[in-house]
C-alpha cells in the first residue's frame, strides 16, 4: 500500500519514531552504565519492538526511515532509582504524546499502532517503573536478565 499520507499524518509518525528511538537509547544507556537490570532490560526490548511496529508503517506508506539519533546523546543517571524516576516522567510524557498523535489520523492502522503503544506505555512500562523507583535500587523489583541483544 502506498496511498499518501497527509505532511500532519508524516510529522506524526516521526514523531512517535523518535520518541521511540530516545526510549530504547535511553534504557540501553542505563543498562550499558548499571548492567542488565530490570525493568530497563525488558522495556527495552519492547521498545525495540514498539520501533519495529512503526517502521512496518514507513515501509507500508513508503517513508524514509529516519535513523536514530539518540545513541550516545541521552541523559545519564547517578543510580537506578533516579533512572527509575527518569523512566516514570517519561512514560507519563509517552502517553500525552500519544494522545495528542492520535489526533493526527483516522487510518486505522495508524491508529492501531499507537493506542497499542500508548497502551503498553501506561499499562506496563509506567507501573513497572513506579515499582522501581518506589523500591529503589536496593530493595528489589530491579533484578539482572539475561541479554538477548536487541539493537534497533
Known amino acids: 500500500m502506498t496511498t499518501s ?20 537509547s535511553t534504557y540501553d544507556q542505563v543498562i550499558a552504565d548499571f548492567g542488565e537490570i530490570r525493568p530497563f532490560a525488558n522495556i527495552r526490548d519492547a521498545e525495540a519492538r514498539h520501533i519495529g511496529a512503526l517502521l512496518a508503517l514507513f515501509e507500508r506508506y513508503g517513508l524514509t526511515v529516519p535513523a536514530n539519533p539518540w545513541p550516545g546523546k541521552v541523559a545519564r543517571y547517578a543510580g537506578v532509582r533516579d533512572a527509575c524516576e527518569a523512566g516514570v516522567a517519561a512514560e507519563v510524557a509517552n502517553g500525552a504524546l500519544y494522545e495528542r498523535l492520535l489526533a493526527a489520523t483516522r ?15 501506561q499499562q506496563r512500562h509506567l507501573p513497572a517503573f513506579r515499582r522501581c523507583a518506589e523500591r529503589g535500587a536496593s530493595g528489589g523489583g530491579c533484578g539482572q536478565r539475561r541479554r538477548r541483544g536487541v539493537r534497533p
Not at 497527509?6 to 528511538?21: G, I, K, N
Not at 487510518?107 to 506505555?121: C, G, H, K, T
Open 107 to 121: 487510518r486505522p492502522d495508524i491508529l492501531a499502532v499507537f493506542r497499542n503503544l500508548q497502551e503498553a506505555s
Open 5 to 24: 499520507l497527509s505532511p500532519t499524518e508524516v510529522r506524526a509518525l516521526e514523531e512517535a519514531l523518535d520518541d521511540e528511538y530516545r526510549a530504547w
